[in-house]
């Protein structure tokens, strides 16, 4: 051993969990690593960050250990456990080449609680435990954080007697205050990438407690025992596998499998700094990254068999036993690659299929959000918020109107007015309404179970309409109920009855607007022209080709960074500047206005990229339309 300052981490052991093998890249300048600013923006989104502030403020009075330093941090610790009691935020212990902070430790004469603080979805009385007498397997990667914890803890200070706990997010819990998000203001720390919480809070303002604290410990023992799962690996064997590999920065051996698929140490631009490509060349001399991977073929379940006979590109996969296992959608895909087809496959039966369609034709699509910490009185951790909607109508002579509608004030509970919006838009003809993707109709059945629990007869009217548009499940036959105007899943038409290959394997909008563009005259021709329709993107060219390199840009991509237009001094910022250009970064952006002291410039320009971000998906839907009724 020769690096005394390497040390395996609670980060860095979940990480070799997932992989062993991405030990080698983590925190190395010469590979990229996209799961850094991803995980950043999820926890900022989803109120990580609030979340682990508010367990701190439940057990008040405690010594937060801010040191960088390892040995600071540990010294400081070991001080404060002098104590009887005593309560320490981040306390950090080392053992070996093993190196952890707890989130928040409680010390009472030689008992110390370990608490691990999640933000994880969670119910008072959920079953940890599956009816074999299994742990969970979607509990086993927080279980394993704590596990790990412990196992350092332990060897660092065998004095004492320790119990693990999760401290997570309660569902059934719900808010007794106003506004308990905006006692936790994240704020920018200069250029870094650091959040600042108000520290003057008195736990009087908190209000009923939302995080419940649940005791792990037989779970753990299970773990370290080998009795989570059916086939359970020996626990403490790995972690200090992953220790050594880590210390002496060496590569674990690589593993090929499906795990790659979103590997964060994967770059598109420069494989010279992807580890991915590292991983995956030094089995494979002949891999090239771009090319067509096994992985790309949609919505295929057999990935990992085909990589473990030893085949990993999609062509191989044509010419192999498995193209028997390929679905037509998957067949059409890979048979596209092998003959380099570059043509679009459309199904006659679609065609068959608009003919029953009524105009005028409603496009809609939600933005919602579902935070840890509830924004207002009387609702719960997790619990759906509609906040924005938008909707193209198009009329059988080819006029198209737009309309929308957001939430933006941080007072308001949006979800009620948002149905009465939707329904003052939808609900004054029986023209067909189209979504993309179940969610649309996922969020109307939540709201309405919302309504219902209110008792509150005002609701009657859009409740049925609700039902109305929607489709649900008998809760005791099991059989679909449909609406007598239930919305029509034009996803799930794509699915069926159209491909192109620049859509890959993928059927998002970002993905199929692009392709319809790549190969429609008539699209490219309207759309290649300043928009006479619409609100936000009222005059925006949506198709525009770079002459001198010869590429035409997603219009996705055209989505501006409302921040490059700000007149104010960006250090005055209340957040990190960010484009909204997917349903994570809106979902991010909502969250971000729910605080009041922002700026009045930057609150207009948020939601301004909100709207247009909702208004690009309906007229992607709008266009995916129109392209089919012009080859009918």
């Not at 009387?378 to 938008?390: L, N, V």
């Not at 010869?550 to 219009?555: E, G, I």
């Amino acid at each position: 051993m020769t690096n005394k300052e390497r040390y395996l981490t609670k980060t860095r052991f979940n990480l070799a969990s997932s992989c062993p093998t991405k030990l080698f890249y983590t925190g190395k300048k010469e590979f990229t690593n996209k799961k850094n600013d991803d995980e950043f923006l999820l926890a900022l989104a989803e109120g990580g960050f609030q979340v682990g502030e508010l367990a701190k403020y439940y057990h008040p009075n405690g010594h937060n250990i801010d040191s960088l330093d390892i040995d600071e941090a540990i010294k400081e610790t070991n001080e404060l456990l002098t104590n009887d009691k005593v309560i320490i935020y981040e306390a950090a212990f080392k053992f070996d080449s093993y190196f952890i902070r707890v989130d928040v430790l409680i010390k009472d004469g030689n008992s110390i609680e370990l608490i691990e603080v999640k933000a994880k979805s969670f119910k008072s009385f959920d079953k940890f435990y599956s009816a074999s007498g299994f742990i969970k397997t979607s509990w086993l990667p927080y279980l394993h954080d704590v596990a790990f914890q412990l196992w350092v803890m332990k060897n660092a200070r065998s004095d004492f007697n320790i119990t693990p706990y999760l401290m997570l997010a309660d569902k059934n819990k719900k808010t007794s205050i106003d506004g308990l998000n905006q006692l936790f203001k994240i704020k920018k720390d200069g250029n870094r990438k650091k959040i600042v919480v108000s520290k003057d809070i008195d736990i009087s303002e908190l209000g009923e407690k939302i995080l419940a604290k649940v005791d792990v410990g037989d779970m753990v023992e299970m773990i370290y025992n080998g009795q989570a799962q059916k086939e359970s690996s020996d626990f403490i064997t790995k972690i200090k596998e992953y220790g050594e590999y880590y210390y002496n920065d060496k590569m674990y051996p690589i593993s090929l499998g499906t795990h790659c698929k979103k590997c964060e140490f994967k770059d598109d631009q420069d494989i010279s700094k992807s580890g991915y490509s590292k991983c995956w060349s030094s089995l494979y001399p002949e891999f090239k990254q771009n090319d067509p991977h096994v992985f790309n073929i949609w919505n295929y379940r057999k990935s990992q068999k085909v990589i473990d006979s030893g085949i990993y590109k999609m062509r191989d996969v044509y010419a192999s036993d498995f193209v028997e296992t390929l679905n037509d959608r998957q067949y059409l895909q890979v048979d596209k690659i092998v003959n380099e087809s570059i043509g679009e496959d459309i199904k006659p039966e679609l065609f068959n299929e608009m003919e029953k369609w009524e105009f005028p034709l409603h496009f809609i699509d939600f933005e919602t959000c579902m935070i840890a910490i509830p924004f207002h009185k009387g609702r719960t951790p997790y619990e759906q918020i509609a906040f924005q909607f938008s909707c193209h109508t198009l009329y059988e002579d080819g006029r198209i109107e737009h309309h929308e509608w957001i939430e933006s004030d941080a007072n308001n509970f949006p979800n009620y007015k948002f149905v009465e919006e939707l329904k003052n838009v939808l609900g004054n003809d029986n023209g067909s309404i189209f979504r993309y993707s179940a969610h649309e109709n996922t969020v109307l059945l939540q709201i309405k179970d919302q309504m219902m629990a209110s008792n509150d007869k005002r609701y009657k009217e859009l409740i049925d309409w609700i039902d109305s548009i929607t489709y649900r499940k008998d809760p005791e036959t099991k059989d679909k109920i449909e609406g007598e105007r239930n919305m029509i899943d034009l996803l799930e038409y794509v699915k069926k009855y159209y491909y192109h290959p620049k859509m890959g394997g993928s059927n998002s909008l970002k993905y199929v607007l692009p392709a319809i563009f790549s190969t429609s005259e008539f699209i490219r021709n309207k759309y290649s022209k300043k928009i006479d329709f619409g609100t936000n993107l009222k005059d925006t060219i949506l198709w525009e080709k770079n002459e001198k390199t010869n590429t035409v840009s997603n219009p996705y991509q055209l989505l501006e960074n409302q921040y490059d237009e700000i007149k104010i001094d960006k250090e005055k910022l209340y957040f990190l500047d960010q484009k909204v250009e997917d349903g994570a970064a809106a979902m991010l952006a909502y969250s971000k206005l729910q605080f009041s002291e922002m700026l009045d410039e930057e609150r207009e320009l948020l939601t301004l990229a909100l709207l247009q971000y909702c208004e690009l998906d309906t007229l992607a839907m709008v266009i995916i339309y129109e392209h089919w009724n012009s080859i009918k």
